[in-house]
């Protein structure tokens, strides 16, 4: 099955710089990758989600990249705000199967 | 849309008890899946489904049975209950393989 690994499994960062976190997968056949937002005390949110015929996607302050070839991925949050403080997961999934979740990555914002 | 819903928000139990957590979503999604997450851990699939009449299993699936009579709800029961299932437990759905999954709010789950 899908195999979903995540780095790093903490991030600090300043106010007003960028994060960066980096996910690979093991099933070559995944082909939905989505990235998930939890806040203290609540369930995860989708923030950006990227299918395989797209290798980069933006929203605002948000982007993901994908690299089908070397079957990894990532977030990168520019101009970090106190607000993005939170633990956020990766995710991948193949068609007709089940979202397999990376380990988590708690990012702390510093004023 | 209320979107995905669960209950109860917070239970405690008896180790060697039953219970049954609640999950509904009124977005007519196929898929259903259940997660617990530990602290400082990860999501952990516990079952799925991918349509009424259709369940299987996820990573950690034992001490836990589910069932999808209907496309609605997906109940996650414990059979008996032990400490090692202290966890807050997630339900989800989403439409299809490839789509957006909707997360509940959780159910903080203690066994004494």
């Known amino acids: 099955g899908e195999n979903v690994e995540q780095h790093p499994s903490t991030l600090s960062v300043q106010e007003g710089d960028s994060a960066v976190i980096k996910c690979t997968y093991s099933?070559?056949?995944?082909?939905?990758f989505p990235w998930y937002k939890q806040e203290l005390g609540k369930g995860p949110q989708l923030i950006i989600d990227?299918?395989?015929?797209?290798g980069e996607k933006k929203d605002q302050r948000i982007a993901v990249t994908l690299n089908k070839t070397a079957k990894h991925f990532s977030l990168h949050i520019t101009e970090t705000q106190p607000e993005d403080s939170a633990v956020y997961f990766c995710?991948?999934?193949?068609?007709?199967?089940?979202?397999?979740f990376g380990g988590g990555t708690r990012v702390l914002v510093k004023p | 849309n209320a979107g995905v819903t669960q209950t109860p928000k917070f239970q405690v139990l008896k180790t060697g008890q039953s219970m049954t957590l609640q999950c509904a979503q009124d977005?007519?999604?196929?898929?259903m899946s259940w997660y617990r997450q530990d602290p400082g851990m990860g999501l952990r699939l516990i079952h799925y489904?991918?349509?009424?009449?259709?369940?299987d299993q996820g990573e950690v699936p034992n001490g836990y049975n589910v069932s999808r009579s209907t496309t609605e709800d997906f109940p996650l029961r414990l059979l008996s209950a032990a400490p090692s299932q202290t966890s807050v437990y997630f339900c989800?759905?989403?439409?299809?393989?490839?789509?957006?999954?909707?997360f509940g709010p959780g159910t903080r789950l203690t066994v004494l």
């Open positions: 989800a759905s989403r439409l299809g393989s490839a789509d957006t999954q909707y």
């Open positions: 099933d070559s056949a995944s082909n939905y």
């Open positions: 990227i299918r395989s015929n797209v």
């Open positions: 995710a991948a999934a193949a068609a007709g199967n089940k979202l397999t």
């Open positions: 977005m007519n999604h196929e898929y």
């Open positions: 489904s991918v349509g009424a009449g259709i369940t």
